[in-house]
């Protein structure tokens, strides 16, 4: 029998060497543009799960394999082409090294890349890789503050400690309330059971975080979320997919109903961008394995998509 294409296989569609097949970046550094697209497979792992979302860049990037060529479409999420039909201001610098046994040097790659995209004047949009990756790409603005950290997440992150490790997922947040650079932070979407204790929300409200949680945002709409960005600030947004619905996001390690739906997310991105600028993006936790039928991968990749789009207007407007 002969094989038949599928209708929703993109033409051209095959193996991601970059997101969207944008152009490959050689050097973040010299990068003259609006955002770089970068992967890290895990920056701090438990020894428990290991590099459990390790596959997450590439799956990110696979769901988009063959869209390049229609950059130029209309896409009917933004109302226009993504890059405004010019030509696409971002690249991708590929995967960062990755070490199992030396967690230093992974922070270090990550954090250096970071500085490298942020020296050019880009938007690092990080993909993940675990919840530990964020920690490094916080580190990164040491120099470059204040930032208000604008976590999504289904879970607050506030532990001091897993097994004895303090860098590792679930102690990104108390992580950044440590760093000076970090003035504000605001957690949107939280649900459901994680690994907070009530000291660790205690210590949270404590340091001031403002939350939103998803079941505030189910009763009162995303401006709920958004009225807790303080506006013209510069923002950090750390977005972790487990935060969404699992009809939208099946491939997480914690599903949980109730979470926030794809055009709940767009909306928050687009909103944070109207209040404020963003200066970098990450998302984590996909975990393929767990996914079903490429939907979450999918899911995470528009996503991304909309992140690129945010990043090239904010950059037509420098």
Not at 55 to 80: K, Q, S, T
Not at 250 to 262: D, E
């Amino acid at each position: 029998m002969a094989r038949t294409t599928d209708i929703g296989t993109p033409s051209g569609a095959g193996k991601a060497d970059t997101f969207l097949d944008l152009p490959k970046c050689a050097d973040a550094a010299q990068f003259s543009g609006s955002a770089v697209i970068l992967g890290a497979a895990s920056a701090t792992s438990y020894a428990r799960y290991g590099a459990y979302c390790a596959g997450g860049p590439a799956a990110i990037r696979a769901a988009m394999a063959g869209h390049g060529g229609e950059l130029g479409h209309v896409d009917f999420d933004w109302g226009g082409p993504l890059f405004n039909g010019d030509q696409p201001s971002a690249a991708d610098l590929g995967d960062l090294p990755f070490d199992a046994a030396d967690h230093a040097a992974n922070r270090i790659a990550i954090r250096t890349a970071v500085r490298d995209i942020l020296a050019a004047g880009a938007v690092p949009i990080l993909l993940g890789g675990d919840d530990s990756v964020p920690i490094p790409m916080l580190e990164a603005f040491h120099d470059r503050g204040p930032v208000t950290v604008v976590q999504i997440d289904a879970h607050i992150d506030w532990r001091e400690e897993v097994d004895g490790e303090r860098w590792g997922l679930s102690s990104t947040m108390r992580r950044a309330s440590e760093m000076p650079h970090v003035t504000r932070i605001v957690q949107i979407g939280q649900r459901a059971v994680g690994s907070a204790r009530p000291g660790d929300l205690a210590d949270a409200e404590s340091w001031g975080v403002a939350f939103v949680p998803a079941r505030a945002i189910a009763a009162g709409g995303i401006e709920t979320a958004l009225a807790a960005v303080p506006a013209s600030n510069d923002v950090i947004v750390a977005f972790d997919c487990d935060v969404l619905d699992p009809c939208v996001m099946p491939g997480v390690g914690t599903r949980a109903p109730g979470g926030l739906t794809y055009w709940q997310a767009v909306e928050l991105l687009t909103g944070i961008a109207a209040r404020a600028h963003i200066r970098a993006f990450d998302l984590v936790e996909l975990m393929p394995e767990r996914d079903i039928d490429g939907i979450g991968a999918l899911t995470a990749a528009r996503l991304v998509c909309h992140m690129l789009t945010i990043a090239h207007r904010q950059w037509l407007k420098r």
